[in-house]
């Protein structure tokens, strides 16, 4: 039995999703560089080039995350799952030169003994902002959640740094608000801050996309898992190895199991197909299983 397609996914509903987020980084770049501008918010202005930014940033992610739910072909059997991984890599990138670029913006800005108090009016834009970023933040990650793809938290991270750092600056602004011209410049240092939660995330989307490129370990619940379900069968004497790694959405995953020495070669064959129809049928998400049976050895591991 060859191995099935890559996992099903609402690619239609993603998609969708992938497109209404584009628009609404477009929109709210226009709404932060023309409020940033008139009202003398230049933590606004910055975030909203970085948002523009982000735009680029999104359409490799998207077009990174379908490419890699193509299915196998001649030049790639195993599929094109690690297309995922690569776009999750650079996104993660991404996220670092944003907090880097963001910060180096503030710094500029804090030495800037011309600064001026914002207007009042960029407040409840920045608010928009953060409402608007973290209901995107939410549903890219429960997309990112549910399949492990390290692509999606990238993007996810991506729309909650935005939604960081208009919060720092809103935060920022108020104070500058409420303190006059002596604390002009705190919505940069809150952006300042934020920076370091951005890069801190971007840190970490990288090191999982990583592990997921150089077929690290799959968490080991789900592997005792696959173990538990293989050694129900009764002929199954026993698990010796269970290996899994990940590609994408999908996990790939080779078994060798002890059995009867006596055993034909032709109920062996009908037990490895029926090990691997069972849990194929029981993970979705799992693309090929390939069983290895071995003579029964006698003894446990201790």
């Not at 918010?41 to 379908?66: H, K, N, P, Y």
């Not at 970023?133 to 399949?147: G, L, P, T, W």
């Not at 790939?252 to 197909?273: A, C, N, R, T």
Request: hydrophobic share 45%; aromatic share 6%; charged share 20%.
């Amino acid at each position: 039995m060859p191995g099935k397609a890559p996992s099903e996914f609402p690619s239609s509903g993603l998609l969708q999703l992938g497109i209404g987020t584009l628009c609404l980084n477009l929109i709210l770049v226009i709404i932060k560089l023309t409020t940033g501008h008139m009202g003398n918010s230049q933590a606004l202005i910055a975030d909203g080039l970085e948002s523009a930014s982000d735009i680029i940033v999104s359409l490799v992610t998207w077009g990174g995350f379908m490419l890699s739910l193509r299915p196998p072909d001649k030049n790639h059997p195993f599929g094109h799952g690690k297309i995922e991984s690569l776009t999750g890599l650079f996104s993660g990138l991404f996220l670092i030169v944003a907090a880097l670029g963001i910060a180096a913006v503030s710094v500029r800005e804090i030495n800037d003994l011309s600064h001026e108090v914002p207007s009042w009016y960029t407040l409840p834009v920045l608010l928009l902002v953060v409402a608007a970023k973290e209901f995107v933040f939410r549903k890219i990650e429960r997309y990112s959640d549910d399949h492990k793809s390290c692509a999606l938290a990238g993007e996810a991270w991506h729309h909650r740094s935005d939604a960081i750092t208009s919060a720092a600056a809103a935060l920022g602004i108020s104070i500058a608000l409420i303190g006059g011209t002596d604390w002009a410049t705190a919505d940069d240092w809150a952006a300042l801050v934020a920076c370091v939660f951005i890069a801190f995330n971007g840190t970490r989307i990288i090191r999982l996309s990583l592990h997921d490129a150089l077929d690290g370990n799959v968490e080991t619940g789900f592997i005792e898992s696959l173990k538990g379900q293989a050694n129900q069968h009764v002929d199954v004497l026993r698990v010796e190895k269970c290996r899994v790694r990940k590609s994408g959405v999908d996990y790939f995953l080779e078994l060798h199991l002890q059995v009867d020495p006596e055993m034909s070669v032709l109920k062996g064959h009908d037990l490895g197909h029926q090990v691997k129809d069972n849990l194929m049928k029981a993970h979705a998400n799992l693309r090929d299983v390939v069983v290895h049976l071995e003579p029964y050895a006698g003894q446990h591991p201790d």
